[in-house]
């Protein structure tokens, strides 16, 4: 079946530090690629997504390109702030199985001033 | 995106009581989950709620335990029965195909954080 994995956390950065988490997927056919992210005591909020191979995703300075040729999705920001920290999570979905997500492990991020 | 609000926010509970979890949406939406999402690990999917029939459960989750409702397009209901400690968790309920969304695109819940004593 389906499958995310993301690097193991937890990170921890300096603030305006360059931020990379890794996500690499397992998955038939063309799936939906999103990062959520859920911050200390809330629910997760999609931070961004990509629908097909070389679309790149981006919002609030975060990106991430679907890479089917590497089967990745790495999230990526240039510049991390205090704001930032929370827990990330990789996730896919396929329209074949009704849109339910599969999500990797989560990873912690904590940016220190 | 959707105003999804979740009654209760947290609750504790003895062993062997139930807990019915409430969703609710400001608006129509196509599908409705629910995860699990136990102390420091990520989410799995408990089941599809399914409106006006029974819901569809994932591997490892039976109706027995975690009984299902969504009499409509906005409310969900999910109970927790027979509770025991390992089913200390957030619960959280997703749903999609919200008006002018993407098919994809999941919005969540805020959750509820359940302690079982």
């Known amino acids: 079946g389906d499958s995310v994995t993301q690097m193991e956390g937890p990170v921890t950065l300096s603030e305006e530090a360059f931020l990379t988490i890794n996500c690499t997927y397992t998955?038939?056919?063309?799936?939906?690629l999103f990062w959520y992210v859920q911050y200390p005591g809330e629910g997760l909020q999609l931070l961004l997504k990509a629908t097909k191979a070389d679309d790149k995703g981006s919002n609030k300075g975060f990106e991430a390109t679907y890479r089917k040729e590497t089967t990745s999705f790495h999230l990526e920001k240039g510049s991390v702030q205090v704001s930032d920290s929370a827990v990330y999570f990789c996730?896919?979905?396929?329209?074949?199985?009704?849109?339910?997500?599969?999500f990797g492990e989560g990873t912690q991020l904590t940016v220190n001033p | 995106s959707a105003v999804i609000s979740q009654k209760p926010s947290r609750d504790i509970c003895q062993r062997g009581t139930s807990l019915t979890i409430q969703c609710q949406v400001d608006s129509q939406v196509t599908m409705m989950f629910w995860y699990r999402q136990q102390p420091g690990q990520s989410l799995t999917l408990i089941a599809t709620a399914n409106q006006g029939s029974e819901a569809t459960y994932e591997s490892g989750f039976v109706i027995d335990k975690f009984p299902i409702s969504r009499p409509n397009l906005t409310f969900s209901t999910l109970t927790v029965s027979n509770m025991s400690p390992e089913d200390s968790s957030i619960y959280l309920c997703s749903v999609v195909g919200v008006s002018g969304g993407s098919y994809n695109e999941q919005f969540f819940g805020p959750g509820t954080r359940l302690t079982v004593l």
């Open positions: 996730a896919l979905s396929q329209r074949t199985s009704g849109s339910r997500l599969t």
């Open positions: 998955a038939t056919g063309y799936p939906s």
